[in-house]
């Protein structure tokens, strides 16, 4: 397998977390920042450290930031360095720059100047945790446009012991079980036969609004 080179520029908590956990799971990643005390702070989660300005180009190109496959900007509430950074990335022509937003300006700005993923963490973060919050029964969610969404429910003993054509969720609640999860087992091709058991968790991809009902009538 080729493995990806990753770039990390700006490590403040998103920044940072972005690198430890590609650190963790074995990919080369080069960690960046303007601080000396932040780069040190992560010499030992990153496979390479630099202090540098993300807005210089010179010094960007000589960490040779063009050969990474993908580079993230976390600069956090320096927009303006931001916007200058992705665009010299885009420029040298790095194929995935991932840019962390601050704000729906940001985000418009980024759009035009050509960033390929534009991240918004708090907000992400706050959804899942509003999700989590007014139901018991969700353990993650997952939003993927503004009206579809993968959510992971525990099953409650209302389905227990059914199997998925008895409960025939996607003719009910237009709804479809895309994997199921047993303790340390994860069922990721189930069949219409295929039990459930009480504590499983159910992942699920829908429309909002029937995961909802799902969640509420049919769990
Ligand atoms: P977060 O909300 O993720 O914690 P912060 O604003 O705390 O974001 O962190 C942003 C990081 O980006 C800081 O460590 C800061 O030193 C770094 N940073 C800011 N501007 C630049 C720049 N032009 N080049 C490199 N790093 C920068």
């Known amino acids: 397998m080729v493995k990806k080179q990753f770039a990390v520029i700006g490590l403040g908590r998103f920044g940072s977390s972005v690198c430890r956990e590609l650190y963790k799971l074995g990919h080369q990643v080069l960690a960046i920042d303007s601080k000396e005390e932040k780069v040190n702070e992560m010499t030992r989660h990153s496979t390479h450290s630099a202090i540098a300005n993300g807005t210089d180009e010179k010094a960007l190109l000589s960490l040779g930031i063009r050969n990474f496959d993908y580079v993230v900007v976390a600069i956090g509430d320096d927009i303006q360095s931001s916007i200058l950074c992705t665009l010299l990335l885009k420029e040298f022509g790095v194929e995935n720059v991932w840019v962390k937003a601050q704000n729906y300006y940001h985000q418009r700005v980024l759009e035009k100047i050509g960033a390929d993923r534009i991240v918004h963490p708090e907000q992400d973060m706050g959804i899942r945790i509003a999700q989590h919050l007014t139901s018991e029964k969700i353990v993650d969610y997952i939003e993927l446009s ?4 993968i959510v992971e429910l525990i099953a409650t003993n209302k389905v227990a012991n059914k199997s998925l054509i008895n409960l025939d969720i996607r003719a009910k609640y237009g709804c479809t ?9 994860i069922n990721i091709a189930p069949t219409p036969t295929d039990h459930i058991e009480q504590g499983d968790i159910l992942i699920v991809i829908g ?12 769990m």
């Open 146 to 149: 503004a009206d579809y969404s």
């Open 207 to 218: 429309h909002k609004n029937d995961l909802k009902r799902f969640e509420e009538e049919g």
């Open 177 to 185: 079980i895309l994997g199921i999860k047993r303790g340390e087992d």
